[in-house]
């Protein structure tokens, strides 16, 4: 057998193998397997090897891309997000409208195409624009956090500075996670 024929078989055979493992991961974004921090940060790290893998077509990487975008929308969009988030607070949860409005603000940014991870994109647009202190201090002010309580000047900054002392380690929690893991 010469040996063209025979190393155009072992590159059908890798690529083969590749396209099947990029299906695979694929289905897995687009099946919602994927819906936690740790199985998303997971199907990261093998997209990524992927990517840098030399028999992966530039099909195949485009694929993989707009497929883990859509998981981490989705993560976001089914609340995953604000689950983990919640998980994380020990007293109040991080509100949901916080977290609509990072995200608004994210898909009115122009860089945010060039990142599949929309949470970690909401959660540093948090801390940039200095949501969770603003944040904190309307949460501080309705009368459903005091129950019913009288309150007095000073209480409001205090429940404002624990509200933004909370929300802000939670979001650290996982900022810090994804860098671990990505690192």
């Not at 193998?17 to 199985?39: M, V």
């Not at 485009?62 to 995953?80: D, F, I, K, M, N």
């Not at 970690?120 to 019913?148: H, S």
């Amino acid at each position: 057998m010469p040996i063209e024929t025979m190393t155009s078989k072992r590159e059908t055979s890798q690529s083969g193998r590749s396209q099947s493992h990029t299906r695979k991961l694929i289905d897995g974004f687009e099946s919602s397997r994927a819906n936690t921090l740790s199985k998303l940060m997971s199907f990261e790290r093998m997209a990524e090897d992927m990517n840098s893998s030399e028999d992966v077509d530039l099909e195949d990487v485009e694929a993989l891309r707009t497929s883990l975008s859509g998981a981490w929308s989705y993560y976001v969009a089914s609340q995953q997000l604000a689950i983990e988030l919640g998980n994380r607070t020990p007293h109040f949860n991080l509100p949901l409208d916080l977290i609509k409005e990072s995200y608004s603000r994210v898909v009115q940014h122009s860089l945010s195409d060039q990142s599949r991870n929309v949470g970690c994109l909401i959660l540093n647009k948090m801390k940039e624009d200095g949501l969770i202190a603003a944040f904190a201090d309307t949460y501080a002010r309705r009368p459903e956090m005091w129950e019913g309580e009288q309150i007095g000047l000073d209480t409001v900054p205090c429940l404002a500075s624990h509200l933004e002392t909370e929300w802000n380690a939670a979001v650290e929690s996982i900022l810090e996670y994804w860098n671990r893991q990505t690192a």
